[in-house]
């Protein structure tokens, strides 16, 4: 059976300000854009067991930042090990490449010509005064720019970064990721 990638992206409840081990940073939301049905949805925290099957049966989970952020503050609430889970961090993939980290907001202006709707202070605002539907947004539009951003890579196998010289074009090769499964399959929360 074909397995399709899942871009992943959360908003947690504190900041690194508050507390310096990710597992207390606490989840209020997580947004995913699942290509296997073409949809995005996003979860409050008491939903989030309803996203592990999903992650669980993708080719790839696919984010920015995602292997030293988003997987570590959801490993307190998967019952498994998050890094078991096939993934691709397209940060990871820009710093090995151009030798140092970029911002996504950064990458997405020199690619696409659009901006994200804001940052990720303005999320915990969201928050700590309940505008549910303001963080929902906010998840789910930071998870389709990145979206558009894979795909943009994957069609091209080229995105861009501005520098004091102008716009720099970093090659990249991620269709792999969005064509091929990875290895190993992954099954870890349990069926009830």
């Excluded at 908003?11 to 939301?29: A, Q």
């Excluded at 989030?48 to 696919?62: G, R, T």
Aim: glycine share 6%; proline share 4%; charged share 35%.
């Amino acid at each position: 059976m074909k397995k399709f990638p899942v871009i992943l992206d959360l908003e947690t409840k504190y900041t690194f300000r508050d507390y310096d081990d990710p597992k207390k940073l606490g989840i209020s939301v997580v947004g995913i854009y699942d290509y296997k049905n073409n949809q995005g949805k996003v979860y409050l925290e008491t939903e989030i067991p309803q996203l592990f099957p999903i992650l669980e049966d993708s080719s790839y989970i696919i984010g920015f930042n995602v292997k030293s952020f988003d997987l570590p503050v959801l490993q307190y609430y998967y019952p498994g090990k998050v890094h078991n889970l096939p993934i691709f961090d397209i940060l990871e993939d820009i710093r090995e490449k151009v030798g140092k980290r970029l911002a996504l907001n950064d990458i997405i202006m020199a690619t696409l010509n659009k901006k994200k709707s804001g940052h990720g202070l303005m999320a915990i605002d969201y928050y700590k005064e309940k505008r549910w539907e303001e963080l929902k947004k906010y998840c789910l539009d930071d998870v389709l720019l990145t979206k558009e951003l894979f795909d943009f890579g994957v069609e091209k196998n080229e995105i861009y970064y501005l520098d004091e010289r102008g716009r720099v074009t970093v090659k990249v090769d991620w269709k792999k990721y969005l064509e091929e499964s990875a290895k190993k399959d992954t099954h870890l929360t349990l069926p009830f």
